[in-house]
């Protein structure tokens, strides 16, 4: 029976098996370093915040392995001989494989900061990360200050971590405004506002110098690039991205670049071996993807097709159009299609924008300056559909349409107030349009099923 | 702001321990005089009876409850078996005459029960004196010291938002020391009410007066809990407004609970009770209200003209018609988690206890097995008891009546609805008794699950499987096991009660009602994915 090992088990990894189950009984191995059961990593700040415990992040019960028999192995590989099909685990033991995937996702960037390997210096990533910052920052009397630096979406997670348990947060931003390489103006300072509003100490246009440690190898303070101010501290949070956690491979004939680099069939340049997840790296980027593209979805949809062509369906990734989600404190965040911030986005994007007067709820719709397609849209504090969003973005709808329409794609719970009307009045006001919202329609929502 | 928040504490438990400690209070006799007017009102015709009644509690000793409540058991024991030893005498003698008179004698009724009649007579002290002051040391503190604790909440807990800090790391919603506290509390609480009434009669003395302004009536241990059960869930619905402050699915359908809890269940059958009428909850629906057609329910019915009618064909519309269209228009939240009484107490003060339903597939298991069970255990009941009420029969393919009414009362109407499930809330979750028990949420249930407009959407491929919906999920349903699959939640057990939805961090998960076509949607792949693989995977 062919056995087809998986290193990894994360969303990608184990969807990988999952779906292989489903179409084949060949015989699979889970293999994690980290922790013998799957659980999600999004989640692992609810668990620091009491939402959760640790158990509540594990999608599938602690039988569902067994009985559809994936078998799950805990060890750390640190060497892979693709002439043998074989494995080399951290304790010299071995294990043949038939076809390898390769799913070993991310780990935190650390950028060579002096003290950066410090008692109390964590990244936010691995069930470990949790259980450090359990160590050193249980709550703020152990810990009296915390500083993170990097201003991306785990950056703000872990400061809103640490403020659940109202330890004192410096937030170090290299940008001018929170995630602006991303978001437009509007948006990030909104953003920048609400931070300040739950008492995190915003720096903005600041890096890291270095850190500095007391007597016992353990962080006391960091020192601010430039101003060389000294902030006194006893946990340094590194948030600044992650990149893919391939040092195993180093060794190996599988070809890497920043990540493991594989075709559009996910496959690397030894036929046996796939790569998929957070450590795959396209070699052409696909539309306007990123070649690494480190988000929950991306991972499960490429476990999903390699799924398919190791079961003899030769499939090609094709992610679908761009979507994410996020929630910066409490804020949440949805976005469909492709909006740039003012930084990055073409010269024929164009943004119709518009903010509630004084709740935390934002729009940004991005659409085709000359063309007037609909390229994609941003929403802060209103939950928009997944679906509608995707069907207007494949039949390439106008702005117009879009806004015409917006109320099919709310998805609030009942209730809300809803903000369409505002929305299309100030469209029209800007655009010199006279468009007429029209009222939600289940046909509409529902022609596709 | 902390210091009033505590201090708030300090002063509801102040009026708990006044309110708990009132059953110690007191002291209970009777003079002669008493005694012949009370026995001569109830038409009690035992000689035998009255002087053991006599003998123990016509004293100038100060009795407590339990002293006296022994003592009157003891009086009816031993009265009914010396009636009892006579009819055996009489039998053997052949005596039949004078064996038939011996039965008027014996006196039928939970010794309890009967106990607790006397103690509502014979009791003095400080709560039966003073019941105003009684109320305000009791009811006012404790109402007064839990808002004080509440209301700053508003302040305290920041922005709006999802505010769920710390649940799994305090004693009082982790299943700690603290819960166990409130588990024993409540089981015992429940236990004395429905076993017991007489122990609390001291409770009673403190609502007279409001009883008596409301009905006309003094007040029974059920209008104590009544009261009790409408002041938590309007404390504890302060708390909900606070907490889910920035979700209006959440503030409109919390008042819609307490709306129906007090209008409904409390101040309407008061009142009609003061009118001389049959006390009615109009929202009451059969199964649940599993004691509407027992003979005692519709003989008072026939008994009260037009209204009773009337009551009697709105409780059979009510179930046949009423609940099954609105489940099918608004799934079955319009009655679980909107107006329910059981589900109104589950949405307030079970709310922090929310969490811990289990949501195992064995839980799953368990859960059908033994609400389907109620459901057939109360039809098979309800059968019985017609066939009965209108052949005139006792017993009906060898259950007897009196037998199967009985021992639903004391099993599910007590133990399971009352003792289980409400004492259970802090170590086992908020709906015990509406996962596991209700037999009208079962009927709900299958309308729900398979002729109905209500579902959980998901928004397509947005799920990052975190948990927080299956963990705040009070029915224990494994809501991302769905979500992360893209597949809509269509649940027989799901109340509606919108928590999942309001606690996802990514919107993936609105309650709504919509068209019947589309509403399951089996993915195997999410939506994001290319257009071509979906295909594959959909022709299979
Ligand atoms: C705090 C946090 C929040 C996030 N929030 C979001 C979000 O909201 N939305 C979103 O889209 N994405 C989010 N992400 C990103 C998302 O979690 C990742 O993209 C995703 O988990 C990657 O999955 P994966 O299966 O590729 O890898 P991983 O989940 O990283 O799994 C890889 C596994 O392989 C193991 N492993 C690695 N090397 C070896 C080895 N040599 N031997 C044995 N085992 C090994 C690792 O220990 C790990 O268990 C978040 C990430 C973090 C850390
Ligand atoms: S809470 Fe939302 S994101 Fe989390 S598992 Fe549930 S549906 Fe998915």
């Known amino acids: 029976m062919e056995h087809i090992v998986i290193i990894g088990n994360g969303i990608a990894g184990v969807t990988a098996a999952r779906h292989i189950r489903k179409k084949s009984n060949k015989k699979i191995t889970i293999i994690s370093g980290e922790s013998k059961y799957f659980f999600s990593r999004t989640a692992l700040m609810y668990v620091y915040m009491g939402h959760l415990k640790f158990e509540h992040t594990q999608p599938y019960e602690n039988w569902f392995w067994k009985k559809n028999n994936i078998e799950l192995k805990e060890g750390f590989v640190t060497n892979v001989n693709t002439d043998k099909n074989q494995l080399i685990f951290s304790d010299n033991s071995t294990l043949f494989y038939d076809k390898l995937i390769i799913a070993t996702g991310s780990k935190p960037n650390k950028f060579g900061w002096k003290g950066q390997d410090l008692k109390g210096v964590m990244g936010l990533y691995h069930k470990q990360d949790l259980e450090n910052l359990e160590k050193y920052a249980p709550n703020k009397e152990v810990c009296k200050r915390a500083v993170i630096v990097g201003g991306g979406l785990i950056g703000i997670e872990l400061a809103e971590m640490l403020r659940s348990r109202k330890i004192p947060v410096t937030f170090l931003v290299r940008e001018t405004s929170f995630w602006n390489s991303v978001l437009p103006t509007q948006e990030s300072e909104m953003i920048n506002k609400h931070i300040l509003e739950h008492h995190i100490d915003l720096r903005l246009n600041t890096n890291l110098k270095e850190i500095i440690s007391d007597e016992n190898g353990q962080v006391k303070s960091v020192i601010i690039e430039g101003t060389n101010e000294e902030i006194p501290c006893n946990v340094v949070g590194l948030t600044a991205g992650v990149s893919p956690n391939i040092d195993f491979l180093k060794n190996t004939n599988i070809t890497c670049n920043k990540g493991v680099l594989v075709n559009r069939f996910l496959e690397t340049n030894i036929p046996t071996i796939y790569a998929i997840g957070d450590c795959a790296e396209q070699q052409h980027p696909i539309g306007n993807r990123r070649p690494i593209e480190a988000v929950w979805y991306t991972g499960r949809m490429m476990g999903e097709t390699v799924a398919q062509t190791i079961c003899g369906k030769k499939t090609e990734y094709k992610p679908g159009h761009w979507f994410n989600s996020a929630k910066f404190l409490d804020i949440e965040y949805q976005t469909y299609g492709w909006v740039f911030s003012e930084k990055t986005k073409s010269e024929n994007e164009d943004h119709f924008q518009w903010q509630h007067a004084s709740q935390n709820k934002c729009i940004t719709i991005s659409f085709d300056k000359n063309t007037h397609e609909f390229l994609g849209i941003n929403t802060f504090g209103i939950r928009m559909r997944h679906e509608i969003f995707d069907q207007w973005l494949s039949e390439k709808k106008s702005v117009e349409h879009v806004l015409e329409y917006l109320a099919d794609a709310n998805f609030d719970p009942e209730f809300y107030k809803s903000h369409e009307t505002e929305i299309v009045a100030k469209f029209n006001q800007e655009m010199c349009t006279n468009i007429q919202v029209k009222k939600k329609s289940w046909k509409r929502i529902f022609s596709k099923a | ?540």
């Open chain 2, 1 to 540: 702001m902390k210091a009033i928040k505590y201090s708030g504490l300090g002063i509801f438990l102040v009026g708990f321990s006044i309110f708990t400690m009132a059953i110690f209070s007191g002291y209970f006799n009777f003079t002669e005089q008493e005694l012949e007017s009370y026995i001569s009102e109830k038409g009690y015709k035992s000689e035998h009876l009255k002087e053991e009644l006599l003998k123990s509690i016509v004293t100038d000793e100060k009795l407590s409850i339990f002293e006296f409540s022994s003592k009157v058991r003891a009086a009816f024991e031993t009265s009914n078996k010396y009636h009892e030893t006579q009819i055996s005498k009489y039998n053997a003698e052949k005596n039949w005459a004078k064996k038939g008179e011996e039965f008027q004698y014996k006196i039928s009724g939970k010794p309890h029960s009967l106990s607790y009649d006397l103690a509502k007579k014979a009791g003095k002290g400080f709560f039966k004196d003073e019941p105003m002051l009684a109320w305000w040391l009791t009811f006012g503190l404790g109402i007064f010291g839990a808002l004080l604790f509440i209301l700053p909440n508003v302040i305290l807990l920041g922005k709006p938002g999802i505010k769920n800090n710390g649940i799994y790391h305090e004693s009082a919603t982790n299943r700690g020391f603290i819960a166990w506290l409130v588990l024993m509390y409540l089981v015992g609480f429940y236990l004395v009410l429905y076993f017991m009434p007489d122990y609390v009669v001291n409770w009673t003395f403190i609502f007279d007066p409001i009883s008596n302004a409301l009905n006309g009536g003094n007040a029974s241990q059920w209008f104590v809990y009544g009261f009790l059960y409408c002041t938590i869930m309007l404390v504890m619905g302060a708390r909900m407004y606070i907490k889910y402050r920035h979700n209006k699915y959440q503030i409109i359908r919390t008042t819609s609970v307490l709306f129906f809890q007090i209008v409904f269940a409390f101040l309407i059958p008061e009142i009609m009770t003061s009118l001389n009428m049959p006390g009615y909850d109009f929202k009451s629906a059969f199964p649940l209200d599993y004691d509407f057609f027992f003979e005692w329910n519709l003989k008072s019915l026939q008994n009260s003209g037009a209204i009773g009618i009337f009551i009697l064909v709105w409780g059979i519309i009510l179930t046949i018609v009423i609940v099954p269209v609105m489940v099918y228009f608004f799934g079955k939240r319009w009655y679980c988690s909107w107006v329910c009484g059981c589900g109104g107490l589950a949405e307030t003060l079970g709310d922090p206890y929310r969490q811990h339903s289990d949501k195992s597939l064995n839980a799953w298991k368990l859960e059908r097995w033994l609400i389907h069970s109620v459901l057939i255990f109360s039809l098979v009941m309800t059968v019985v008891t017609l066939y009965c009420y209108f052949s005139g029969t006792s017993s009906f393919l060898g259950i007897k009546s009196q037998w199967i009414k009985d021992t639903y009362s004391f099993l599910i109407g007590a133990w399971f609805a009352g003792v289980i499930g409400t004492g259970f809330y802090p170590i086992f979750g908020n709906r015990v008794w509406c996962r596991f028990g209700c037999p009208l949420a079962a009927y709900l249930g299958f309308v729900q699950r398979f002729k109905s407009r209500f579902r959980i959407t998901t928004n397509g491929g947005q799920c990052i499987s975190c948990g927080n919906c299956s963990t705040y999920c009070e029915q224990g349903i494994d809501v991302r096991a769905y979500a992360q699959k893209g597949e809509n939640i269509v649940r027989s057990s799901c109340v509606g009660c919108g928590i999942c939805s309001a606690v996802c961090p990514r919107g993936v998960l609105k309650l709504e009602n919509g068209p019947e076509k589309g509403r399951i949607n089996p993915t195997e792949i999410l939506l994001g994915n290319d257009v071509d693989l979906m295909q594959l995977l959909n022709q299979k």
